[in-house]
């Protein structure tokens, strides 16, 4: 989409928006699921990057203090947990700028990937910048999607960050997907950018080919001691266009309402939901910051009658050289698909495929 389209969509009247992005909702995502992804820092703070939002930057006095990596011991029991209360996505963070094929931390962290991933659950990582071998070698061991986020427009970035480069995000993404990982990559609202930011942000995301296979949409959540603490709270009705015009422009991407739900009501969310939000981050902490409870969050749910994702393990992923293989569209079938290759199947009906790159598998 080019930016006057996107921009035009953004101005329409709210329930125009609301009603188109709910059109598309409904023609590529067949039930009224949301997925549940559970988020774990397993090595907070300390991190030499200066992100002008981020608690974990060593830079500013926020308060977190640095902690080392997470042995696989310790990640296991949580993630266990993660996947018994309903969790269909496991996404590990690491406060650092990237990783270096060698450092024995980052052996450490395959070896809880590869551990997590017997689990059944889509294993996300999101451990900064990353070279073509060490993504490889991340896919190998097990990883469904790389969480790389671009944050903002090129343009705004450099405002926001002056230890790595807006080019930096892109060259991580692009070596995701040669991998043969899925990508998710969103950005952040309240960072001081103005409504253009944000649909240049969008139409960054929207060019990506494949298109992301998630997208982030987090609301700054001002933390104390960083350059934006002091920053609004994103209004809620801007939030939920930003969402909508997310769900038109990328319309088989996950949009993950993630940060900032706790200064957001009950109805603010459904509204997002309504305009296409169908991810959430599940359980009462971020990396360091907080999120709603998972009582609170199954509550709304249940009365808004939608579903938590039913589990499954077959995720697909973008062929090494970016492109999906006729193979795997064909044999997904009609009116079944996983969110990636084709449109989203009924994850109530058992099907089973095989994809070029992987044995035959099959989810219920
Ligand atoms: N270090 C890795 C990186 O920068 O890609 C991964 C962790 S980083 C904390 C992941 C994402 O969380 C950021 O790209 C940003 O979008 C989001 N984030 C971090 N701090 C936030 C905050 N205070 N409010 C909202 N979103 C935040
Ligand atoms: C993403 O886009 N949001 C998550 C996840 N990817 C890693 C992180 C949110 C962090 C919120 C602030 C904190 O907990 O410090
Ligand atoms: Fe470090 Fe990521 Fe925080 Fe930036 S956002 S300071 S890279 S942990």
């Keep these: 989409m080019t930016f006057a389209e996107l921009h035009r969509l953004y101005h329409l009247p709210f329930f125009e928006l ?6 598309v909702h409904k023609e590529n995502w067949a039930k009224t699921e949301v997925q549940l992804c559970t988020l774990l820092s397993i090595k907070t703070g300390g991190c030499s990057e200066d992100c002008s939002y981020c608690a974990q930057s060593a830079r500013y006095n926020t308060g977190v203090k640095a902690e080392r990596l997470m042995s696989t011991a310790e990640v296991m029991p949580i993630a266990r947990r993660a996947a018994e209360t309903g969790s269909t996505r496991f996404c590990m963070g690491a406060a650092w700028k990237g990783v270096r094929d060698g450092d024995p931390r980052f052996e450490s962290v395959l070896e809880t990937i590869r551990e997590v991933s017997k689990l059944g659950m889509e294993v996300c990582v999101t451990l900064g910048h990353l070279g073509p071998d060490a993504a490889r070698r991340l896919r190998e061991a097990g990883v469904t999607a790389y969480n790389h986020n671009i944050d903002t427009s090129p343009e705004h970035y450099p405002n926001i960050v002056s230890t790595h480069t807006f080019d930096d995000r892109l060259e991580t993404i692009a070596n995701v997907q040669r991998a043969g990982m899925s990508v ?26 494949p298109q992301p296979e998630s997208v982030p949409i987090n609301s700054l959540m001002a933390m104390p001691g960083t350059p934006l603490e002091g920053n609004a709270q994103v209004d809620a009705f801007e939030l939920a266009r930003i969402i909508a015009v997310a769900r038109i422009a990328l319309p088989r991407s996950k949009v ?47 009365m808004l009658g939608l579903q938590p994702q039913q589990p499954y393990t077959d995720v697909d992923h973008p062929t090494p050289d970016g492109a999906y293989t006729d193979a795997e569209e064909a044999m997904c079938g009609e009116g079944t698909s996983c969110g990636s290759c084709c449109a989203p199947h009924d994850h109530d009906e058992a099907h089973s495929h095989t994809h070029a790159h992987e044995p035959a598998h099959s989810h219920s």
């Design 18 to 23: 609301l009603d188109r992005a709910r059109a």
């Design 256 to 302: 993950r309402l993630s940060a900032g739900r706790t200064g957001l009501s009950r109805e603010a969310q459904t509204l997002c939901f309504y305009a296409g939000a169908n991810s959430i981050f599940y359980g009462s902490k971020l990396l360091t910051a907080q999120n709603p409870a998972r009582d609170s969050d199954m509550a709304l749910l249940q």
């Design 184 to 209: 998710c990559c969103g950005g952040i609202l309240g960072l001081g950018e103005t409504v253009d930011d944000r649909l240049r942000m969008l139409q960054v995301l929207a060019t990506l080919d």
